[in-house]
């Protein structure tokens, strides 16, 4: 009887893991990958909209001035022409988000756009 309930247990287990490496944890899907291009002065992202959840953005200033990125309410450093970083938020499923430039006079000139989470 002993080795049934330990059979049993160890197959629950087993059965356990190959879930979560087959369908990923419960609590930390992999993010969705957005390329952002910065130049003077627009952006260029690889999508528009991405599914609700995690997304991580990768940044990388394409421009000869300085720039940053802004969205969901957390932003990059500054960064230097050639740099590049990335920035992670989590987003809420069919909400719209505006991400721009925070250097003075960079959003008005045309940095910033809407990203959508479906």
């Excluded at 001035?65 to 990335?86: N, Q, V």
């Amino acid at each position: 009887m002993k080795r049934i309930i330990t059979l049993v247990a160890a197959l629950a287990v087993a059965a356990t893991m190959f879930a979560v490496v087959a369908h990923g944890s419960s609590t930390g899907a992999t993010a969705t990958t957005v390329k952002v291009g910065a130049k003077e002065f627009k952006f260029t992202l690889s999508r528009k909209k991405a599914p609700h959840g995690k997304v991580t953005f990768k940044i990388k200033n394409n421009g000869s001035i300085k720039h940053d990125f802004k969205i969901a309410g957390k932003k990059t450093k500054m960064l230097s022409p050639g740099k590049g970083t990335t920035l992670t938020v989590t987003l809420k499923k069919g909400k719209k988000y505006t991400y721009i430039c925070t250097v003075p006079g960079h959003a008005a000139a045309g940095m910033k756009g809407t990203f959508k989470a479906t």
